[in-house]
């Protein structure tokens, strides 16, 4: 059974900071996705990652992926408090059809000014 | 303007009752999923349908039920048998089973009175 882990759960930090937020999955995937979500709100998504040492970047956030690791980080750099949001990862079971997403738990970040 | 529908924003259920929960989307998608999101977690699957008259119990199905009678339309009843129903509901849709980018929906909040 799939089972994706985030590190940490919670992360407060201060503005100007850099932070790397670490996901994890136990089983093969080729692909990985992070969605953002604000409070009370839906899924936004941030990132598709379709192969293994797939980078990308977006304003203050880079996520990459390691799939021999079965690893991806997202990194914030210069954090702002905008950025203060629950970020998931999220993996597709390596089935014919990918039929299936499962989700992490969620890393709660705090900017503070 | 496309996308994904959910009514209502807010839900109550008094005990025994059943109700549903309507996920609408305009994106001519094929597949869509209904995720539960408890305080403080990640997202877990519910149903999820690749095809219209076609739908798959995820991880948590017990309790609930759903159909897919047209493309647009998936809707999610919440059974009586359903004991702890109070949760944030999310229903999401991609072009096809396995395709890399969910589109969610802004979410139902469903709680029992």
């Known amino acids: 059974e799939l089972k994706v882990e985030q590190n940490p759960l919670f992360l407060s930090m201060q503005e100007g900071k850099n932070y790397t937020i670490y996901c994890n999955y136990s089983?093969?995937?080729?692909?990985l996705y992070w969605y953002r979500q604000d409070p009370g709100k839906s899924l936004e998504s941030l990132f598709v990652?379709?192969?293994?040492?797939a980078v990308k970047q977006e304003g203050r956030l880079m996520a990459s992926l390691d799939t021999k690791a079965r690893l991806s980080t997202l990194h914030i750099t210069a954090a702002v408090h905008d950025l203060s949001a629950t970020y998931f990862c999220a993996v597709p079971l390596m089935k014919t059809s990918y039929d299936k997403v499962i989700f992490g738990p969620g890393t709660s970040l705090s900017v503070i000014p | 303007d496309g996308g994904i529908t959910q009514s209502p924003k807010y839900l109550f259920r008094k005990e025994g009752q059943n109700v549903t929960l309507s996920c609408e989307q305009n994106l001519n998608h094929d597949a869509m999923y209904w995720y539960r999101q408890d305080p403080g977690q990640g997202l877990r699957l519910i149903y999820y349908s690749q095809i219209v008259n076609d739908f798959q119990k995820g991880d948590i199905a017990e309790g609930y039920s759903v159909s897919r009678e047209k493309k647009e339309s998936f809707p999610l009843t919440v059974t009586s048998a359903q004991k702890n129903p109070t949760a944030f509901y999310l229903c999401a849709s991609s072009i096809s089973p396995g395709d890399e980018k969910l589109f969610f929906g802004s979410g139902t909040q469903l709680s029992v009175l």
């Open positions: 990652l379709l192969s293994n040492g």
């Open positions: 089983t093969t995937s080729d692909r």
